[in-house]
């Protein structure tokens, strides 16, 4: 069953967030709603980045572990990176160990730090929110990718950013409150509107 589904509080949730307790907190205080800042941005990239092939519950229940191991996804801090700490983070079983996504976290930074005077994150996500659409009802009517994703995804791949294919940049849409994909009759759900 796709619909919205009642929580162990009896209130309606999308059915994904009832498969665990990091499931529920994660819906219910963190996916799609605004986040603010460049360091904070950054650090959701990377970790929907690492999430590629994987469970998000994986990456949920190893997040405090990426932020260790990332400086607390200080773009500065990474961007000084280089192959010793590359070793160290694949000696590190506490998260996950693909030295292709470690790299481009190290790149990602650079990439950040380098964008053309006047250009953020949070711009190029705003400049590629997708328009208002109705609710969703079910899970699947909830798209893996758009066409403001793909095109997310070929200007951050033009600006040196990796691992940010159309569906993880579309995951980025969803999980930082640009696209509001929590089904209609989620409790959670929230306005659709951008923020004033």
């Avoid at 572990?65 to 773009?75: K, L, S, V």
């Avoid at 030295?99 to 930074?109: G, H, L, S």
């Avoid at 711009?123 to 095109?151: I, M, N």
């Avoid at 940049?169 to 509107?193: I, K, V, W």
Wanted: aromatic letters at 8%; a negative charge; charged letters at 25%.
């Amino acid at each position: 069953m796709s619909a919205a589904l009642p929580g162990p509080d009896g209130r309606l949730r999308c059915p994904w967030a009832l498969g665990s307790e990091t499931y529920l907190a994660y819906h219910d205080t963190e996916w799609g709603r605004p986040v603010h800042g460049e360091n904070a941005l950054f650090e959701r990239l990377c970790l929907e980045g690492f999430q590629a092939g994987l469970s998000w519950i994986t990456i949920l229940r190893k997040r405090e572990a990426f932020r260790r191991a990332f400086a607390g996804f200080d773009p500065q801090a990474v961007a000084r990176f280089g192959d010793a700490e590359v070793s160290a983070l694949m000696d590190n079983p506490e998260i996950v160990r693909n030295e292709a996504k470690i790299r481009a976290v190290i790149t990602n930074a650079h990439a950040l730090l380098t964008l053309p005077e006047g250009e953020t994150l949070s711009g190029l996500l705003e400049k590629h929110r997708p328009p208002v659409q109705p609710a969703p009802h079910e899970t699947t009517d909830v798209p893996a990718e758009t066409g403001e994703s793909r095109s997310l995804s070929k200007e951050l791949r033009r600006r040196g950013f990796r691992f940010v294919g159309p569906v993880t940049a579309y995951a980025m849409l969803q999980a930082t409150g640009y696209a509001n994909d929590h089904l209609a009759a989620c409790e959670f759900r929230g306005p659709s509107e951008p923020p004033s």
